[in-house]
């Protein structure tokens, strides 16, 4: 028989406990850490990590729990002005939850972080995609405080590829994780570390593996540096077999593997040999007929995938898959991976020899063949062999002109695969040519400094294909807000009309801006003299390298240049002062920056500047640092280089 007894405990006494519980929820805190005054890693911090531990539960065969805990200690008025407001960002189909944290006062008192200070916002919409946060404040810090957070994040996807990070923007005392491995796993867990110590994992309690590390500096993002998992310290996670192979025998295996894997997605019918004939038409040479094809696959099939491709979700979940070319050929539309295996159909239903090619992305980290897995080898594109070298496109990114790549993808690594023998290869650069910002304005200056006209920017390039992801999916609204926004970040006063945001969404012509403006107080009065910065574009500009010193390499993600041509009408009664030329530089192989001014041969009241840079750098070592800056000090000074204008003696006696 049961005994079922019921009792009512006094209200006071609930209290008491749900405390104690809740006390016994954190770690007890070393009076020594309370004691602190001074940072122990880095002597300058502000606010320092006493401890971070992260537990990562990946037994479930549907998701991988994540359990974070951090403690930080507050130095003086800018840690706490730096770590008061934390964000724990996540991406659609992340769950964020059990958040809770706390302060804890040199004194040892105790404020609890509110359930209704937690709010969600958004960071950044990719695509589909949207990069959220939990947003919330801490409470009452001061300096002497402690502070410590923790919550649960929940992913859908097993833990094989997880990133584990061991520096933060602060300094780190102890960080620690604790990894549960998916125990029916085929292969054992295997880890390597970049930027750091290679350390084992060790056996701790409860089926989890320990792995930690002591005294790490913070982390600090600089203008211009290679990508972060290039320079941060952190630990790839993954299953793969104990015994490695060779990477020439491994990269050949995997090229072998790619080339049966994808080469039926490339078959060709004759429906499909009848179109690339009609596409070549009269095209006589190998760039020519290509060229025709990639067209003919961007303008004739539909990109599903494309975040502006205006379907909806039930449009989207209607479609049918296409498991070949000569599906995507007969709808009409398809992924952008249908589109790039279309194009190797018919090129080589051409006569043309196209293989899938498999790369690494060089904005996530530089490739290494001697890491023996596929982890950074993620991205792909088509190659076909033209003459005795392999050219590689990507008409299935909407925005890529043809001829080039992703900027990402351009000068990394490429395994072409085959049968018999891939090989590696090196994917070109595009020239800065290629990539150039071309502004032209037509401008008048008044005699009480106001400077006004007509603007108009082509971007083209991989210039032009960030500025057309960005614009294709806003309103012409919001483009024109931000554009607007852009041009008063510098020239506060300017004031905007008759915008105009064009071929947002064209592959071929360059991205355009033009508008009419207003920009009062351009130019400097004092007396009989105006002052005058001829290089409108770059008024306000700060530098490129502002600090003296830099923790990383510099890194240019592609070769640029910038063509500039202004024209000003200088105000009645006003002419030039024995204006000077700004200086022209050479970086011999880098680049050129070439600066002419003058006045206009029919017009000697006309201002003519023209402004020519050219880089063909992308990555710098740490130590070439002070030269570069030099360069780039040196192009600041002479695009702030201004000009004086007089006012002539007739317009003085008037």
Request: proline fraction near 6%; glycine fraction near 6%; charged fraction near 30%.
């Amino acid at each position: 028989m049961t005994n079922n007894r019921s009792f009512v405990l006094p209200f006071a006494l609930l209290v008491c406990l749900s405390q104690v519980v809740l006390a016994q929820q954190w770690k007890p805190i070393d009076q020594s850490h309370l004691e602190l005054k001074a940072p122990v890693v880095e002597k300058d911090a502000d606010a320092e990590v006493l401890l971070w531990e992260v537990y990562i539960n990946d037994s479930s065969p549907t998701t991988t729990d994540f359990l974070h805990f951090i403690r930080i200690k507050v130095f003086n008025d800018r840690g706490k002005e730096s770590q008061s407001k934390v964000d724990i960002s996540y991406f659609t189909g992340e769950q964020i939850k059990d958040i809770s944290g706390r302060t804890v006062k040199p004194d040892g008192s105790m404020i609890e972080l509110k359930k209704d200070a937690i709010f969600d916002r958004e960071l950044v919409k990719l695509g589909r995609f949207k990069l959220k946060a939990k947003s919330f404040a801490m409470p009452g810090i001061e300096p002497g405080s402690i502070i410590e957070y923790r919550w649960k994040e929940v992913h859908e996807n097993g833990a094989n590829y997880v990133k584990l990070y061991f520096q933060r923007e602060i300094p780190v005392q102890v960080v620690r994780y604790y990894l549960k491995p998916y125990p029916y796993s085929e292969y054992p867990m295997s880890a390597i570390t970049f930027q750091g110590k290679q350390s084992p994992f060790v056996k701790d309690k409860d089926g989890y593996y320990r792995i930690e590390m002591s005294n790490m500096p913070a982390f600090h993002e600089e203008p211009r540096m290679p990508p972060e998992d290039q320079v941060r310290t952190w630990m790839l996670v993954y299953y793969a077999p104990s015994q490695r192979k060779d990477p020439a025998v491994f990269w050949k295996d995997q090229g072998k593997l790619f080339y049966e894997a994808f080469k039926g997605e490339m078959k060709f019918n004759e429906e499909i040999r009848k179109a690339a004939a009609e596409a070549i038409g009269d095209a006589q040479t190998p760039e020519q007929k290509l060229e025709r094809l990639y067209n003919y696959c961007r303008s004739k099939v539909r990109n599903v995938t494309d975040d502006a491709s205006g379907l909806t979700p039930d449009q989207l979940k209607k479609m049918k898959e296409n498991k070949s070319a000569s599906d995507t050929f007969k709808r009409g539309y398809g992924t952008g991976s249908d589109i790039n295996f279309l194009f190797a159909a018919m090129a080589m239903s051409a006569g043309f020899e196209a293989r899938y090619v498999s790369l690494s992305d060089r904005s996530r980290k530089f490739f290494d063949p001697g890491f023996t897995d596929r982890y950074f080898l993620k991205t792909y594109n088509i190659g076909v062999k033209v003459g005795d070298q392999w050219r590689f496109f990507d008409p299935g990114s909407n925005h890529i002109p043809f001829g080039m790549l992703r900027w990402e993808e351009e000068g990394v690594q490429a395994l072409v695969t085959d049968s018999k023998e891939p090989l590696f290869v090196q994917t070109p650069l595009s020239p800065a040519s290629k990539s150039m910002k071309k502004r032209i304005a037509k401008l008048r200056l008044t005699d009480d400094g106001t400077l006004e006209g007509e603007v108009r920017i082509e971007y083209t390039g991989h210039f032009a294909i960030e500025m057309k992801e960005d614009a294709d999916e806003e309103t012409p609204t919001v483009r024109e807000e931000k554009l607007r926004e852009s041009v008063t970040q510098n020239l506060s006063t300017a004031q905007l009309s008759e915008i105009k945001v064009e071929n947002s969404s064209d592959p071929i012509k360059p991205f355009t801006h033009s508008y009419k403006v207003q920009v009062t107080g351009y130019a400097e009065r004092t007396g009989k003299r105006l002052f005058l910065q001829p290089a409108f574009f770059q008024r306000n500009v700060g530098q490129l390298f502002p600090t003296s010193a830099r923790e990383n390499d510099v890194y240019f993600h592609f070769p640029w240049s910038e063509e500039d041509h202004v024209t000003i009408d200088l105000p009645p009664g006003y002419s030039l002062d024995n204006a000077e030329q700004p200086g022209s530089l050479n970086f011999g192989q880098v680049g050129n920056y070439i600066v002419k001014l003058g006045v206009a041969k029919d017009s000697p009241k006309t201002l003519i500047y023209q402004r020519n840079l050219t880089f063909e750098g992308l990555l710098f070592p740490k130590a070439s640092y002070p030269e570069l800056k030099k360069v780039f000090d040196l192009i600041h000074q002479q695009d702030n280089h201004a000009i004086s204008l007089k006012q002539d003696p007739a317009a003085e006696i008037k």
